[in-house]
């Protein structure tokens, strides 16, 4: 306590954290549904069938990696995240075949 008998107590910055988290996620999803909302635009542009129900769930799950990566950057948790993780290594995986196989290809003498 203070000389004025007025009791101190700890500055918590968690209040502002919490506030530049919200507005962090807030930019993330306004920036991904942006991306998201000239995607189905070019595709249906180009005649892509965006209100399959199959196609639109794809696009929902490619657009929270979207959005997974850019948490990601941000440092901040998102459910996508690990499974991001798992795919790049399975996509990498899959990259390095088909360039071991178009090698091989190309070393035939037949």
Do not use: W
Not at 18 to 28: P, V, Y
Not at 43 to 55: H, I, K, W
Not at 70 to 89: N, S, V, W, Y
């Amino acid at each position: 306590m203070s000389d004025d008998n007025i009791l101190q107590f700890p500055k918590n910055d968690s209040a502002k954290d919490r506030m530049e988290l919200n507005k962090t996620m807030e930019g993330i999803e306004n920036y991904t549904q942006y991306i998201a909302d000239m995607l189905v635009d070019k595709f249906r542009e180009d005649g892509l069938n965006v209100d399959d129900e199959m196609f639109a769930l794809d696009m929902t799950v490619a657009i929270n990696m979207m959005a997974g990566g850019f948490c990601r950057q941000e440092k901040i948790d998102h459910f996508a995240i690990p499974i991001l993780d798992t795919m790049g290594e399975e996509i990498a995986g899959l990259i390095d075949f088909d360039i071991e196989f178009e090698e091989d290809e190309d070393n035939d003498t037949d």
